[in-house]
């Protein structure tokens, strides 16, 4: 099974920045791509940014395109997630995943890293 683990979350004031991180282990590496969903409080889950393994295809979320980059090392062991000028409405917990099935819709998931911008 694979693994993620997030890290880099915390709180800022807006304006701030983050960046947040995802390394993958596991003895089989699977899936198609990976990237960044974050779940808002009393709203639904937003794909953020992601990546498809074997080509420069990336996807960042127009809501934080402006902001926020998304990066990956060349295998896909990790996933970065470089966020700038951060609003109040980016406070969510942050979740990094891997293997699609469907948008949003992954099969491995970490364990999530809480951003909060006041």
């Known amino acids: 099974h694979v693994q993620l683990v997030e890290s880099g979350g915390g709180s800022v004031q807006a304006g701030g920045y983050l960046r947040l991180s995802c390394t993958a282990s596991?003895?089989?590496?699977?899936?198609?791509?990976m990237g960044w969903i974050r779940q808002i409080p009393n709203k639904g889950r937003e794909g953020v940014a992601s990546?498809?393994?074997?080509?420069?295809?990336?996807f960042v979320a127009d809501s934080v395109k402006a902001r926020f980059t998304f990066s990956h090392d060349n295998g896909y062991q990790a996933v970065y997630l470089q966020m700038n000028s951060l609003k109040s409405e980016d406070t969510a917990l942050y979740y990094c995943?891997?293997?699609?099935?469907?948008?949003?819709?992954?099969?491995?998931w970490g364990q999530g890293t809480q951003v909060t911008v006041s």
């Open positions: 995943a891997t293997d699609a099935v469907a948008p949003i819709k992954y099969n491995y």
């Open positions: 596991g003895p089989n590496r699977v899936g198609n791509c």
């Open positions: 990546g498809r393994f074997g080509s420069d295809e990336i």
